[in-house]
């Protein structure tokens, strides 16, 4: 593929602010009949014109036991989780890189969901943020149309970077 064709399909995350937050959340698995999963990992990238500008992992305990899966997927034990700071404690860090920053997620729904979620669980104050944009929808009509398959929230990101030839980080 070549670099123009990539730029033009990268148009619209280029249109977006000079400066935002990227955010991913590594947890305890998936929303069930018990409720919301934790968090154990909140990963916080800052970008400014188009080049990381810092970047931060915040580690958290959960409230829940991490799942063989999860745990799978990202690589974090249960006993190794009860030794980080609950989100209670961690969130007088985070809060300050979230205040009034567009926050870019690739499956917003489910993890802006999920911060949300311990935002209310702690009772701690809630950012204003710029706004939520979910890259994972805004990227499905182009991922559609050159065959990269798709849930109904649109490509994954190891579909992406698998087809975009972009290093895993896993």
């Given at each position: 593929?070549?670099?123009?064709?990539?730029?033009?399909?990268?148009?619209?995350?280029?249109?977006?602010?000079?400066?935002?937050?990227?955010?991913?959340?590594?947890?305890?698995?998936?929303?069930?009949?018990?409720?919301?999963?934790?968090?154990?990992?909140?990963?916080?990238?800052?970008?400014?014109?188009?080049?990381?500008?810092?970047?931060?992992?915040?580690?958290?305990?959960?409230h829940?036991?991490?799942?063989?899966?999860?745990?799978?997927?990202?690589?974090?034990?249960?006993?190794q989780?009860?030794?980080?700071?609950?989100?209670?404690?961690?969130?007088?860090?985070?809060?300050?890189?979230?205040e009034?920053?567009?926050?870019?997620?690739?499956?917003?729904?489910?993890?802006?969901?999920?911060?949300?979620?311990?935002?209310?669980?702690?009772?701690?104050?809630?950012?204003?943020?710029?706004?939520?944009?979910?890259?994972?929808?805004?990227?499905?009509?182009?991922?559609?149309?050159?065959?990269?398959?798709?849930?109904?929230?649109?490509?994954?990101?190891?579909?992406?970077?698998?087809?975009?030839?972009?290093?895993?980080?896993?």
């Amino acid at each position: 593929m070549s670099p123009d064709l990539i730029n033009q399909l990268l148009w619209p995350f280029k249109q977006l602010p000079t400066q935002y937050l990227v955010i991913d959340t590594e947890t305890t698995g998936l929303f069930d009949a018990e409720g919301a999963p934790a968090l154990v990992s909140l990963g916080l990238v800052l970008m400014r014109q188009g080049d990381v500008q810092d970047s931060k992992e915040f580690l958290i305990r959960p409230h829940r036991q991490i799942t063989t899966e999860a745990s799978g997927i990202n690589g974090i034990s249960q006993e190794q989780a009860m030794g980080h700071p609950t989100f209670k404690e961690q969130w007088a860090l985070i809060h300050p890189w979230i205040e009034g920053q567009l926050v870019v997620i690739h499956n917003a729904f489910f993890d802006w969901s999920l911060i949300t979620d311990h935002i209310q669980r702690y009772d701690v104050g809630i950012p204003k943020v710029a706004g939520v944009f979910c890259s994972q929808r805004a990227a499905q009509p182009w991922a559609q149309s050159v065959g990269i398959a798709c849930s109904e929230r649109g490509p994954s990101l190891d579909a992406l970077t698998k087809h975009l030839r972009i290093k895993s980080l896993r």
